[in-house]
């Protein structure tokens, strides 16, 4: 990390679940080809001190095990900077800047979020290595009804934004499927959008699917419970296809509860492999070829 960036920390809203503590898991064996976490919350990943939570060590221990490129995605303004510092400083790191959803309703009620939407356009276009407006979208989990007003009008500024600058759009989903596709509809979507850790049904992956949208699977999809997200991903086409950590959040079987890390990525992948009935290799490639018309080169 670039020396400005890496001691710089930054205020996490109490709209934000905390990152898990605890000890890091044991790295799983590598890949047999090249993977791409596409998305993570490296900055969010510190915990104690712990050596191997810094994000030079990080990706070290991703690099490790096969998991050669990253997209780091930033969340409020703080995390945005901290992706631009990231990203024009690690070779393997893309970067993605957004206000979550979660923010913008505490950003609406301070009188701030327009000021907000402008920075972060700013920052989506300081840096060629800034690929991706996100993440973005609705939260009708952790925002209540009196602050869905807000997260919508964002929502509609990060797509405006992201059509104006070429950048992919992640969206984040969390139980707010319909209001999520009639927004894109609505708004009409960029070239490239991404719901990261996809969280939807056999029915809205067909939606989603027919939309033309990249769906991205998370540690969620390796959970004993997930059996409705398994079938989900048996419907989606390669070239549709994303893998990623959330990292340092939803950390895969059999390590949940604990933080995770780009370097659990194998795990994922493995997991998407088994349902596709396909071989890890084959995994690794799709989905790095997908990521790729996404995001575009990280060298």
């Avoid at 349902?275 to 996404?294: F, H, K």
Wanted: proline share 8%; hydrophobic share 40%.
């Amino acid at each position: 990390m670039c020396r400005e960036s890496e001691h710089v920390t930054h205020p996490r809203s109490e709209m934000f679940p905390p990152a898990p503590a605890g000890d890091y898991p044991p790295p799983p064996p590598p890949l047999p080809a090249p993977a791409v976490d596409s998305h993570c919350h490296l900055d969010l990943s510190r915990h104690d001190g712990a050596a191997e939570l810094d994000p030079t060590g990080a990706l070290a221990a991703a690099r490790a095990v096969g998991v050669s490129r990253v997209v780091q995605i930033g969340c409020d303004l703080g995390g945005a900077r901290w992706a631009v510092a990231a990203a024009d400083e690690h070779p393997g790191v893309l970067a993605g800047v957004a206000l979550h959803p979660n923010e913008a309703p505490r950003l609406a009620e301070r009188g701030e979020l327009d000021a907000a939407l402008a920075e972060v356009e700013r920052l989506a276009d300081s840096s060629e290595r800034v690929r991706a407006v996100g993440e973005t979208g609705l939260d009708h989990f952790r925002t209540g009804v009196e602050g869905r007003a807000a997260q919508e009008a964002s929502f509609r500024a990060h797509i405006a934004m992201a059509k104006r600058l070429g950048k992919a759009l992640v969206v984040h989903d969390r139980d707010a499927h319909e209001d999520v596709l009639r927004v894109l509809d609505q708004e009409g979507a960029p070239q490239h959008v991404v719901l990261h850790c996809f969280s939807g049904d056999s029915g809205f992956t067909r939606r989603c699917v027919e939309r033309g949208y990249v769906l991205s699977f998370a540690g969620t999809v390796t959970f004993r419970n997930a059996g409705t997200l398994r079938e989900a991903l048996a419907l989606v086409p390669p070239e549709q296809l994303m893998v990623e950590t959330d990292s340092p959040y939803l950390t895969p079987t059999p390590h949940r509860g604990r933080p995770n890390g780009p370097y659990l990525l194998p795990l994922t992948v493995r997991a998407v492999a088994d349902v596709l009935g396909a071989d890890a290799a084959s995994v690794c490639a799709i989905t790095s070829s997908t990521a790729e018309r996404v995001f575009g080169t990280w060298w």
